[in-house]
């Protein structure tokens, strides 16, 4: 009867196939210490073979020890030529990464234009700030537009901003107009059709 791969033992490094850790296997049966580390060698100079292109990087007879020491599980115990990898190394969780759990009120604005809004908060009353308001407010307009195809009124985005602002900020639909954006239209490819 055949044995199928997916009922055999699971391979460390799939890479390098059945053969070559069937070698390593049969390394780590020999009894003689220097016998297995002549055999350790042979097994390194048929991974080598397998990729001769990455034999021109210089670390490379280092990565086929340090494989081959992973492959045996790290229960290899031969003169190695170079320092290998631990399993200690190989067990070590990684670090846990900082994420912020800041609250964002509305996703399809994001997290900068709530800062921005802050910071043309602090800002004091005058030219600047009003140009900077107007910039903000255009740009909710457009990401706005990128969820709502259908056309976003003035009046929304001024409302959002107020309440961003917690009504520092308030812009009126009879004095302020904001850009009227539009669907960019499909690029064409510059290949024309010819006639038949």
Not at 49 to 66: I, R, T
Request: net charge neutral.
């Amino acid at each position: 009867m055949l044995t199928y791969n997916t009922q055999r033992k699971r391979l460390i490094l799939p890479e390098y196939g059945r053969n070559i850790q069937q070698m390593v296997d049969h390394c780590l049966t020999i009894e003689d210490r220097e016998e297995r580390t002549r055999c350790a060698h042979s097994i390194i100079a048929c991974m080598g073979k397998l990729f001769p292109k990455l034999q021109e990087q210089e670390d490379f007879g280092h990565k086929l020890w340090d494989h081959l020491a992973i492959m045996s599980d790290f229960k290899l115990d031969i003169d190695y030529p170079c320092e290998v990898v631990g399993a200690e190394n190989f067990n070590t969780a990684p670090a846990k990464v900082p994420y912020t759990n800041n609250h964002i009120r509305y996703r399809h604005y994001g997290k900068d234009v709530e800062l921005m809004i802050v910071k043309a908060v602090s800002m004091e009353p005058g030219e600047e700030r009003d140009e900077l308001v107007l910039l903000i407010a255009n740009h909710m307009k457009k990401l706005l537009l990128a969820v709502n195809k259908d056309g976003v009124e003035d009046e929304k985005i001024f409302k959002d901003l107020a309440e961003y602002s917690h009504g520092e900020i308030r812009l009126d639909t009879a004095t302020t107009r904001l850009h009227q954006f539009k669907m960019a239209p499909a690029p064409t490819t510059g290949k024309k059709k010819r006639k038949r």
